[in-house]
């Protein structure tokens, strides 16, 4: 399968627990994202990433979360001391940039659906 | 601000019944890319279609077409002859700016519902 990778699927925390959510984008993008979704709700931007340099961050990301491309390939998302309003599902995309813009459509993985109790 | 409205919530419609979804749009650029997604039950959103703002023209794929009108700031997703398989969450989504960056704005989304 050579489409956008995300692992866990499923995670169920308990509140204040850290949790940390991996991505492998498609080889050759070196855009990747986060988004959020919240149930009934469309996905919310988060962060990108052009190969291991992390250009934007949303206002939505507090000082909790920390998102990382190390080598520019696979990213992690780390949620520390998770609240009960963090139980969302969290949505991996990549897409090929050249030039500064985005070339084509952004490929999403299937999610990391996370649950804190 | 950057907005996408996607007014209805859910639409149910039988097998091979014709059906639009709508999207309308708020951007003060005047280059900007709207796009469909589609969200299985599986939860991956699959890409449907990318237009610019330079681009009204509309287009067909298939059973799919799209109705992009500037002047209401409006673009509209036309399923012919639904089938089962198309039950789906639709997402209309936006990105403003000719810098491309791939911040989606996405609407709150549509849930078709297509009955046998």
Redesign the interface.
């Known amino acids: 399968d050579t ?1 956008v990778s995300q692992n866990p699927r499923h995670k169920i925390t308990k509140r204040g627990q850290n949790v940390t959510f991996r991505c492998d984008p498609i080889s050759e993008h070196n ?1 990747l ?1 986060w ?1 959020r979704q919240t149930l ?6 988060l962060t ?1 990433f052009q190969n291991e340099a992390q ?2 961050k949303s206002r939505l990301l507090s000082d909790r979360f920390s998102a990382e491309r190390p080598k520019g390939s696979f990213s992690t998302l780390e949620i520390q001391r998770t609240e009960q309003g963090d139980s969302a ?1 969290y ?1 991996c ?1 990549s ?1 090929l ?1 050249a030039g ?3 070339t ?8 990391s ?1 996370l649950t804190v109790l | 601000a950057q907005k996408v409205t996607q007014a209805q919530t859910e639409i149910s419609v039988v097998e091979k019944e014709d059906v639009t979804l709508d999207c309308v749009y708020e951007t003060r650029d005047t280059t900007y890319y709207l796009f469909w997604y589609k969200q299985p039950p599986s939860g991956e959103l699959v890409f449907l279609i990318r237009r610019n703002s330079f681009d009204e023209q509309n287009e067909i794929s298939g059973r799919y077409s799209w109705n992009f009108q500037k002047s209401t700031s409006s673009f509209n997703f036309t399923i012919t002859a639904s089938q089962v398989v198309d039950s789906a969450v639709y997402f209309c989504a936006l990105i403003g700016g000719s810098s491309n960056t791939g911040k989606l704005i996405f609407g709150q989304g549509t849930t078709l519902q297509v009955k046998p």
């Open positions: 489409g855009r994202y988004y009934g709700q469309g996905p919310e931007f990108y250009l934007e599902m949505l995309a897409s940039a500064g813009g985005m084509g459509e952004l490929f999403f993985g299937e999610g659906r």
